[in-house]
């Protein structure tokens, strides 16, 4: 399984950008899909997953209402729309995937990683 995160950027503050997490087979079926990002010298954060068929979606507290994630089975691809960004949204942030119960927003409950894609908000 590969993943490939796209759609980072520089943006200002208020602004929106769409990440898309591509993957290399039919994953959305069966797999949960969950974006994650890491600030310097923070750790990494859970912030949004979607579950396999898209039947759960969780979002965390510092993104929701903002953020939407959503899955496009055709296509093997998880998108994260961002909308309201903020300076403190600047992170690289990762798509990962996994198929067990475990918490959502745990780095270590995923088994594969894509590469990470810079998104930058300027104040």
């Known amino acids: 399984v590969q993943l490939q995160a796209s759609g980072g950027g520089l943006v200002q503050a208020g602004g929106s950008l769409r990440l898309a997490c591509t993957a290399s087979t039919f994953l959305l079926n069966y797999y949960t899909i969950g974006w994650f990002r890491q600030a310097p010298g923070k750790e990494r954060e859970g912030i949004s997953c979607?579950?396999?068929?898209?039947?759960?979606?969780y979002y965390a507290d510092s993104v929701k209402g903002r953020f939407t994630i959503s899955g496009d089975n055709a296509r093997n691809t998880v998108y994260l729309q961002m909308n309201s960004l903020k300076p403190e949204d600047t992170a690289v942030y990762y798509c990962a995937t996994k198929r067990g119960n475990g918490l959502w927003n745990s780095s270590s409950e995923y088994d594969y990683w894509g590469q990470g894609t810079q998104v930058t908000v300027s104040s």
């Open positions: 979607i579950s396999s068929s898209s039947i759960t979606i």
